[in-house]
């Protein structure tokens, strides 16, 4: 699962593609690819590649947590972020025992599964083979329009 481009911008709900880097900041589209705007540097502009979740150990990072709840959910989607907070962390207990309560907030929990949720809504979450095969597709298309 291929995070790098994938960013949360502090203000703005939801989860945005980077398009291109311009002098001010970024040019950035939904995840449907119905809108495009500019993003100024002023912004907090988060790729969530770099997000990661903490435990009494260490930091998971996103893509290993989302790829744990994949594996649960056997890649379908996953508890609403909209559930009761009781809920919402017992089922982070369940994906990663040693997460630490402390530091990982309420919050925190509904983005991650707000998040989860919408990738998997964008067919971005998938299985590694399928993921695999997506991009020899695009290489072999991108091959072949370079051609033409």
Known sequence: MNLEEILSISGKPGLYKLVAQSRGG???????????????????ISSLKD??????????????VFKKIADKEDYGTT???KEDP???????????SDYDEG??????LKKLFSWYNLLHEYGMIVPEEEEETKGEEE???????EEE
């Open 26 to 44: 970024v040019i950035v589209e939904t995840l449907d690819g119905s809108k495009r705007f500019p993003v100024s540097s002023s912004n907090n």
């Open 103 to 108: 530091r990982v907030y309420h919050s925190d």
């Open 86 to 96: 009781a809920k919402l962390r017992s089922y982070m207990m369940e994906i990663l």
């Open 79 to 81: 508890i609403s972020h």
């Open 139 to 145: 290489e072999k298309e991108a091959s072949s329009s």
């Open 51 to 64: 997000i990661a979740i903490y435990t009494h150990d260490e930091e998971v990072a996103l893509a290993d």
